[in-house]
């Protein structure tokens, strides 16, 4: 059973950070794109950044190009979001998301099918 766990979100006063993770479990980063997205009250969910099974290609949406960062532990399963910079615009629900069709980083964030979700994370940027 394919399972995406995040966590990482809270409360955090604009410029600070945050590091959200996603542990999975039932398939392996080696064979699976994954990626983060976001929802915020009122808006569709939109792909933040993505990367392929292999790595090599990654994707940002440009409103967090420069202040967030993707990475991935092949070992712990585990891909994380760093954020910086961080700004009240930014507040969402932050899903983890993952497919096995040999997507590229921009087309998973594209959602071009349906991925596998995890159950999300708040984010809050607010003073």
């Known amino acids: 059973q394919l399972q995406l766990v995040e966590s990482g979100g809270g409360l955090v006063q604009p410029g600070g950070s945050l590091r959200l993770s996603c542990a999975v479990s039932?398939?392996?980063?080696?064979?699976?794109?994954i990626g983060w997205f976001r929802q915020a009250p009122g808006k569709e969910r939109e792909g933040v950044s993505c990367?392929?099974?292999?790595?090599?290609?990654?994707f940002y949406a440009d409103s967090v190009k420069g202040r967030f960062t993707i990475s991935r532990d092949i070992a712990k399963n585990t891909v994380y979001l760093q954020m910086n910079s961080l700004k009240p615009e930014d507040t969402a629900v932050y899903y983890c998301?993952?497919?096995?069709?040999?997507?590229?980083?921009?087309?998973?964030?594209?959602?071009?099918?349906?991925?596998?979700w995890g159950q999300g994370t708040q984010v809050t940027v607010s003073s």
């Open positions: 998301a993952a497919d096995g069709g040999g997507f590229t980083g921009q087309a998973l964030c594209a959602q071009t099918r349906e991925p596998h």
């Open positions: 039932g398939f392996s980063l080696e064979y699976f794109a």
């Open positions: 990367i392929s099974n292999s790595g090599s290609s990654t």
